[in-house]
């Protein structure tokens, strides 16, 4: 089957602008993670979401982030009033609940 | 909560050397432990893991080893190839937060044919 898949690949916006990042998981994947790279860093990560439990925000770095997980399958990350440190790489990981977490290709965000 | 240090931050080897990447952890809580590999402009895929039951792992040129009681483990690449060049991380999950993984910073390996 096909991997996790993330839209849009490239986003480009002016700050303070609102986006939304899609994830859509691996078909039966309970869990899913956002994380976020910036040039050169490792992964920060973001928000968790498992099964029907709350999400994990402890990552989460301002209220201007928030996401939902709708019918425990496709995730949305939404940045409100975008700013230009918020410029990065946005990666979403899903895994079924043991084992190996499997990342998509990521969504480049670009804030001008 | 976690914290993985990594190193070194960038690794150069000659084709065919061998080459080493060390993380330490903070939460004995840990028990996985997976190292995944980053080329450039694609999110970073999954080469190998080991858990807190078992000591060393291979798959091919790959390795892993855990020692547990220091909190360590390291990545081990024989036979270097340059396609083994790029960005490597290392996780470890979180403890107290079920099924989370905290992240290294990442290690640039180049292997210069």
């Known amino acids: 089957g096909a991997g996790v898949s993330q839209s849009p690949s490239n986003k480009v916006t002016e700050k303070g602008k609102d986006v939304e990042l899609r994830c859509d998981p691996i078909?039966?994947?309970?869990?899913l993670y956002w994380y976020r790279q910036s040039l050169g860093q490792g992964l920060e990560f973001l928000i968790y979401?498992?099964?029907?439990?709350?999400?994990?925000k402890s990552g989460l770095p301002s209220d201007r982030f928030s996401a939902e997980r709708t019918g425990g399958s496709v995730s949305t990350l939404t940045i409100q009033r975008t700013q230009q440190e918020d410029s990065a790489v946005y990666l979403c990981?899903?895994?079924?609940?043991?084992?190996?977490?499997?990342f998509g290709p990521g969504t480049r965000l670009t804030v001008l | 909560g976690e914290n993985v240090e990594q190193h070194p931050s960038t690794l150069s080897v000659q084709e065919g050397d061998s080459a080493v990447i060390k993380c330490t952890y903070s939460?004995?809580?840990?028990?996985?432990f997976p190292w995944y590999k980053q080329e450039l402009g694609k999110g970073p895929q999954l080469i190998i893991d080991?858990?807190?039951?078992?000591g060393e792992k291979k798959d091919q040129r790959i390795a892993v080893t855990l020692n547990k009681t220091a909190k360590h483990f390291s990545l081990h690449i024989t036979e270097t190839q340059p396609e083994d060049s790029a960005v490597y991380f290392c996780?470890?999950?979180?403890?107290?937060?079920?099924?989370?993984?905290?992240f290294g910073k990442g290690t640039k390996l180049s292997v210069k044919p």
């Open positions: 990981a899903s895994y079924p609940g043991s084992g190996p977490r499997f």
């Open positions: 078909s039966g994947h309970t869990a």
């Open positions: 979401f498992q099964g029907n439990s709350a999400p994990d």
């Open positions: 939460d004995s809580a840990s028990n996985y």
């Open positions: 080991i858990r807190s039951n078992v």
């Open positions: 996780a470890a999950s979180d403890g107290g937060s079920q099924g989370n993984l905290i």
